[in-house]
C-alpha cells in the first residue's frame, strides 16, 4: 500500500543552522506530495507541493525536490529561524482525495 | 480570503453529552473532509464529502459519530454521546476536486475536551 515515512523528531537546531528533514515514499503510480507546518495551536498550513518527478516546490525559504529514483521528497532550508519552530508533515496522495500522512517532525530552533 | 472556518475553538464538555463542531470552507470548494488528531494515532480522516454528498464515511468510528454537509458552505461533525476518549483536535478541510493536486487546506481546529 502507499505510505509515507518522515524521520524522527525532535530536531533542535540553533537559528541561522541548516534544516533538512527526510521523507520518502512508497505509492503506486504518481504521487503529489506535500509539505506541511503545524504552529502549536493551529491547523496545518500548505508549505509547499511537488506534483511531478523533479519538480522543486519551495516557499518561505524552505524547497523540496520530488527525486523518482529514491522516492524522496526531503524537506531543506538554508537558515532555520526561531519563528520556524513547529511540526513538519510530510504528506503524499495518489490522485485520490486521500492524504497519507507522515508522522510529522517536530522542530524546535533556538535563539 | 477566508480559510476554513472552524466553530467552537474550544469545547469542554461532560461524558454522556452531545457535540456538535462545525465547519465552513473555502467559498468555491467541493470537496470537504473531518479529521481528528491525537498524540497516540496522529492524523485520521472521519468523512469525505464531494459535492455536499458523503463519500468515505469509513474512518467514522461508530454509531455515536454523525456529519452533515447541508449545502455547499456548511457542514457539522455530531458526537452523541461523548465519552472521554473522544478528546482530540478536529480538524475540517476542504479543497477543488478536479486539480491535480487535491491540495486540502485546513481550517483551526476545534480542541475538544471531554470529561
Known amino acids: 500500500g502507499n505510505s509515507v515515512t518522515q524521520m524522527e523528531g525532535p530536531v533542535t537546531l540553533s537559528e541561522e543552522a541548516f534544516l533538512t528533514i527526510n521523507c520518502t515514499y512508497t505509492a503506486t503510480g504518481y504521487p503529489s506530495l506535500f509539505w506541511y507546518v503545524q504552529y502549536p495551536g493551529e491547523g496545518l498550513q500548505l508549505l509547499l507541493k511537488?506534483?511531478?518527478?523533479?519538480d522543486k516546490g519551495s516557499n518561505k525559504g524552505f524547497e523540496a525536490t520530488y527525486r523518482k529514483e529514491t522516492t524522496s521528497f526531503h524537506l531543506e532550508k538554508g537558515s532555520v529561524q526561531v519563528s520556524d519552530s513547529a511540526v513538519y508533515f510530510c504528506?503524499?496522495?495518489?490522485?485520490?482525495?486521500?492524504?497519507?500522512f507522515g508522522t510529522g517532525t517536530r522542530l524546535k530552533v533556538l535563539a | 480570503d477566508a480559510g476554513v472556518i472552524q466553530s467552537p475553538r474550544h469545547e469542554v464538555t461532560e461524558m454522556g453529552q452531545e457535540v456538535t463542531l462545525r465547519c465552513k470552507p473555502i467559498s468555491g470548494h467541493n470537496s470537504l473532509f473531518w479529521y481528528r488528531q491525537t498524540m497516540m494515532r496522529g492524523l485520521e480522516l472521519l468523512i469525505y464529502?464531494?459535492?455536499?454528498?458523503?463519500?468515505?464515511d469509513s474512518g467514522m468510528p461508530e454509531d455515536r459519530f454523525s456529519a452533515k454537509m447541508p449545502n455547499a458552505s456548511f457542514s457539522t461533525l455530531k458526537i452523541q454521546p461523548s465519552e472521554p476518549r473522544d478528546s482530540a483536535v478536529y480538524f475540517c478541510?476542504?479543497?477543488?476536486?478536479?486539480?491535480?493536486?487535491?491540495?486540502?487546506?485546513f481550517g483551526p481546529g476545534t480542541r475538544l475536551t471531554v470529561t
Open positions: 464529502f464531494n459535492n455536499n454528498v458523503p463519500i468515505d
Open positions: 511537488a506534483t511531478k518527478a523533479d
Open positions: 504528506v503524499g496522495t495518489s490522485g485520490t482525495y486521500k492524504y497519507i
Open positions: 478541510a476542504s479543497s477543488l476536486k478536479g486539480e491535480k493536486t487535491y491540495e486540502q487546506y
